[in-house]
């Protein structure tokens, strides 16, 4: 509970972070805008902090300011500085900054951000620099999550099935296109998918039955990322299952994806938006025990805290069963597939929410017990 003199209700000031320079800015805003409507008023006091497309930080009315243009909201900051954490107002003259003004210290952030810088491992590196508490996976568990072809190593090495696939480094594929592509096509059956290593939303993303496309998927994967992963594209039902917890993590109901379009591309999640989603799926008992088992082993191989929405891939003429990924920041409205699996599996929005912020303060406590030196003894 917070200790702000300023606050004499005893709520939890929570920072609610949102935008920011990622494909998924506007996502973000939306799942911010719900995650701030829901956060029980009588239990927080929310803080907004805004990050625009250019990586510039405000607070006040940032939701506005992002969405309209225009807004009462104000530059601001965080320090990496555990002593002068707070959130500071960033005083500007003559477009460069002149003084710090500590505006609210904060009990514990919501980071409501999708993609690059939010929820690859950046932004946690900077919380956990100012030593705040902070929702959801820490540095390591959100990298590997953001990072494809990382992530499957780690399942590799945790025996946990993913398709046969391979990495390529942007480099090569410029130097040496011939090699990359006889390498591709002597591992890999068509169709693959070519897919930029670190971003999210199927940005970049392509499916490909012959050289030609091939060429071509590389091409766009190229431009967006240093590295690629080239994999097996099956047919497949896309299973999604929502994980919360930090040591024991629980498993919700399975939800299935149903998209209109050939795959969930960037079309299909954020432009028609006419996908289907059931929950819970239509899977045999035992399927659905196998898959909430295997998204749960998944989440603790990657350390994964507080949530994240696994995503499976169940081929369909096999009926076997592949980790796609794992998003540590799911996309947060109410009509997200994230928060609909807990609703199905009885837990409410604002209740979960709460129990988000339970978990983050729970982590931060942990850590805080941990020996930070070591003294050799002289015996
Ligand atoms: N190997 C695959 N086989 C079949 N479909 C795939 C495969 N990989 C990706 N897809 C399709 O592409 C979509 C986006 O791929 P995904 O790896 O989940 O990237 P993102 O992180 O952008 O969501 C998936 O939801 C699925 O529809
Ligand atoms: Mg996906």
Known sequence: MSTNPGNPLNKIRIGVIFGGRSG????????????????????????????????????????TALTE????????????DPQRASLMEVKVSESQPVALTAVAELDVIFPVMHGPYGEDGTMQGLLELAGLPYVGAGVVGSAVGMDKAMFKYVMEANGIPVLPWQLHLSSTWENQPE????????????PVFVKPANLGSSVGISKCSDRQGLEDALNEAASYDRRMVVEKGVKARELEVAVLGNDVPAASVVGEVRPRRDFYDYVAKYVSDDSELIIPAELEPEVSNEVRQLAVQAYQAIDCAGLGRVDLLMDTDTGRLYLNEINTIPGFTR????????????????????QLVDLALERNHTKARLRVSFEPSDT
Do not use: C, Q
Not at 26 to 55: H, T
Not at 69 to 80: C, E, K, S, V, Y
């Open 24 to 63: 998924e800015h506007e996502v973000s805003l939306m799942s911010a805008r719900s995650v701030m409507a829901a956060l029980d008023a009588e239990k927080y006091e929310v803080v907004p902090i805004g990050i625009s497309k250019e990586g510039r930080w405000m607070t006040g009315d940032a939701m």
């Open 69 to 80: 243009g225009h807004g009462n909201a104000f530059p601001a900051a965080l320090l990496p």
């Open 179 to 190: 090699t990359v592509l006889n390498e591709i096509e002597d591992g890999l059956p068509y």
């Open 335 to 354: 009509i997200s597939m994230y928060p609909k699996l807990w609703e199905a599996s009885g837990l409410s929005y604002s209740k979960l929410l709460d």
